[in-house]
């Protein structure tokens, strides 16, 4: 049961029904508290603030969430009887697989980001390198699209209403501090702005036109509230083991050369306890 329905309950009142642009508002409100663009993590990645290891950690792990994305929409599709809805979303799959006139998809310009910064392919691909709490959040979020309605699935995928502005400041800020990184790895990103901004317009009407009861409208709330929850739980992993205390997982992905600085202030945070 949602916070907002259960706390008319407790009041003896009935939730409200917002109008298709009350809740387009309430909506981002949620964006504008809890998207990840506000994290610490990616405060430090855009302004300059990591080492090369770091934003290697950074890539690798995001390749979980960026592999899992085709497998989501898929299970989105397969609970969708309005064959509008799956000719719409069907596109989401190749925009991130590929498709079959050999235009690469976001998984593909993903993978050329971590080569062009230095990590095995084959390495990446296969995930053994990444957090634990990367793999958790991500399978969660698969499984919340596989379990929940179909008006949350497709709520859920709204995260991308702010997406366009957080590919903006990163595009600008590490190709501005960082030397090992140049125009040719951020094509993920570039590539984005349009296909994120088409997406969530969609997804956005969608939600608009058929959350009709106030408990439905509680749901797409708390949707988002959840997938905001599962791209921040990713950050707040990568903070911590690769930036402060710096306690690596055992297995996963330690940086070259930059490895043992961040293990021992973990281990000497950890003794000044």
Not at 130 to 153: D, G, I, Q
Not at 158 to 183: K, Q
Request: hydrophobic share 40%; charged share 25%.
């Amino acid at each position: 049961m949602s916070g907002t329905h259960a706390h008319g309950e407790a009041n003896g009142e009935r939730a409200k029904l917002l109008s298709p642009d009350e809740m387009e508002v309430a909506l981002r409100a949620i964006g504008a508290e809890r998207y990840h663009d506000r994290h610490p993590f990616h405060h430090l990645l855009h302004g300059g603030k990591l080492g090369k290891g770091q934003v290697q950690a950074w890539a690798l792990n995001r390749y979980c969430y960026q592999s899992a994305v085709p497998r989501k929409d898929a299970a989105l599709m397969s609970r969708a009887e309005d064959r509008e809805l799956r000719r719409e979303w069907r596109h989401r799959i190749e925009d991130h697989d590929g498709d079959f006139t050999g235009e690469e998809g976001g998984i593909e310009r993903w993978l050329v980001l971590t080569t062009g910064l230095g990590i095995d392919r084959d390495y990446v691909v296969s995930m053994k390198g990444a957090l634990p709490a990367t793999r958790f959040a991500v399978e969660a979020y698969v499984r919340f699209v596989r379990e929940n309605t179909l008006l949350e699935a497709v709520a859920s995928s709204l995260t991308e209403l702010f997406a366009p502005t957080i590919h903006r400041e990163r595009i600008v800020g590490m190709l501005e501090n960082y030397d090992f990184i140049d125009d040719s790895v951020m094509q993920y990103f570039r590539r984005r702005l349009d296909q994120a901004t088409n997406d969530a317009d969609f997804a956005l009407a969608y939600v608009k036109r058929h959350a009709r009861s106030p408990e439905q409208q509680a749901a797409c709330l708390d949707a988002l509230r959840f997938k905001c929850n599962v791209l921040w739980s990713q950050l707040d992993a990568l903070y911590f083991a690769y930036v402060d205390p710096g306690f690596i997982p055992p297995g996963a992905f330690v940086p070259e050369g930059a490895g043992a600085p961040i293990l021992s202030a973990g281990l000497a945070s950890l003794r000044s306890r």
